[in-house]
């Protein structure tokens, strides 16, 4: 299991950071959501973890899995063992008993498995999961504002997200602009090696908006307007981004009135290296697209003087 995933998190989220530390937590919650529905997992392995939780940690069940099981007046409750068998788990009849249940009730295997998946970015993440019920009551309230399905995402390492987790209360607004730009950024240039952006483009992303248009119904929001008007100035721009340069964050040049930052790349040589490579790799295809074209045009043009003669 991998044990430093990146974490997905919407970019809608973005919108309240910098005026509002809180943001941070519901960022690692629903970060954690979004990125336990990409994992594989083993799903029998669910059921399992739903009966040992039963027997030795029942305090870490939702409330709602919890009142699925007050309602298992069957559940073949093993008060002597506990599901164990020597030192081995292995609770058969229980699980046997929650096979033919989900049959019947779907919605709770469903919700058995959204339990699990979370739980297993929690151990990738080194983190207790006795607060797996409060992340997946944290997503239920988002659910209802924002459609998880149709979000655009910032992809983070695990380890910066925890280590934002653990300074927010310590972190500026300043700080936390710095990092929604560092976010903003992440997210144009997504799982690629480099992009190539605008300024605009950089500003309406570290506010969580997917583009110009969006970001101006955003700002009618007087509160979200005062932070953007104060952020996006040349000067605090300009300082925002010389900062996450300086930590070596993210690499950013100006080409031919362009704009191309990386994440990846960690000096300016490589990243105008990659970029001359991408402009003779896209040169090659035009050539080659071209000749394809040509000859294809040539082809059909023999094939029109062939039907005539044959015609005549």
Known sequence: MNKNPFILIPLSLLRGMIYEKEAINDMYDIGIFCTSRKIDIIE?????????????????LPDKLLQEYDKMDEFPYDEDYNGFENENFAPELEIEYLNDYSKKNPSFYDQVLEWYRVRQ???????????????????????????????????????????????????????????????GISS???????????????????????????LELLLKDETLKRVYDKYTTKRQYNKLLNIIQD????????????????????????????????????????????????ARKKYYSLFQDNKKLKIG
Do not use: P
Not at 44 to 60: G, H, M, P, Q, T
Not at 130 to 143: I, R
Not at 150 to 160: I, R, Y
């Open 121 to 183: 970015v929690f151990y990738m993440l080194n983190l207790k999961t006795n607060t797996v019920k409060y992340t997946l009551s944290t997503v239920e309230k988002y659910k209802m504002r924002y459609d998880l399905g149709k979000c655009s995402f910032v992809l983070l390492n695990g380890e910066v997200m925890s280590n934002l987790y653990k300074l927010k209360d310590t972190m500026t607004a300043d700080d936390r602009a710095m990092w929604a730009m560092y976010m």
């Open 44 to 60: 029998s392995n669910a059921l399992k973890d739903f009966v040992y939780c039963i027997y030795r940690s029942i305090e870490e």
């Open 247 to 294: 930590r070596n964050m993210v690499t950013e040049i100006g080409l031919n009135r362009r704009t191309y930052v990386s994440t990846k790349m960690e000096n300016v040589d490589e990243l105008v290296d990659a970029i001359s490579a991408k402009r003779i790799d896209l040169e090659r295809k035009r050539v080659r697209d071209e000749e394809k074209a040509n």
């Open 188 to 214: 144009i240039i997504g799982d690629k090696d480099f992009a190539q952006t605008t300024s605009e483009m950089i500003k309406c992303r570290m506010f969580g908006a997917i583009n110009q248009k969006e």
